[in-house]
């Protein structure tokens, strides 16, 4: 990729240096308009003002194109990345990875073992089961929430 980078940075300063002798090339190529069409712009080529502009422009995609490329090989090798030409991210290994986690979650339990949960023990928690339909309600509810039936 920093190859890459490379050559699309060195392409686009060569298209932006020499931008008038291309654009001058494409504008031969652009026929002039025929002589009994009532050219009412009175322009000779219909081209010519803007394509030293479009040139720089492709010049400067360029460029952005190559330092995007080159950015992203650089900073892909400082992350620790290098598993080939096109690999990024980190080289950490699948084991490292569920060892750090395993650290990081310890930390976040409780006394209990569970995520969240401090030293007061759980509250209980007593369902009711509606006669009419079987749907679970909380004890202290007087009407089932799916039926519509006193519990």
């Known amino acids: 990729m920093i190859i890459i980078g490379l050559v699309l940075i060195g392409a686009g300063l060569v298209v932006f240096r020499y931008s008038a002798y291309i654009a ?8 002039p308009p025929p ?15 803007y394509l030293p502009y479009a040139v720089w422009g492709f010049g400067f995609t ?7 490329m080159l950015r992203g090989a650089l900073m892909s090798t400082m992350m620790g990345g290098g598993g080939g030409a096109m690999a990024g991210g980190s080289s950490i290994s699948p084991d490292m990875i569920d060892t750090y986690m395993k ?4 930390g976040a339990r409780g006394t209990t073992g569970q995520p969240g949960t401090g030293s007061t023990p759980p509250k209980e ?16 509810a007087t009407y089932c929430r799916k039926c519509g039936e006193p519990l």
């Open 103 to 106: 650290q990081a979650l310890s």
């Open 35 to 49: 002589a009994d069409s009532g050219n009412i712009t009175g322009l000779v080529s219909p081209g010519g003002w």
């Open 62 to 68: 360029l460029i952005g194109l190559g330092g995007t």
């Open 125 to 140: 928690v007593v369902k009711v089961k509606c006669r009419n339909c079987g749907n679970l309600e909380a004890d202290d």
């Open 24 to 31: 001058g090339q494409l504008d031969s190529y652009i026929s």
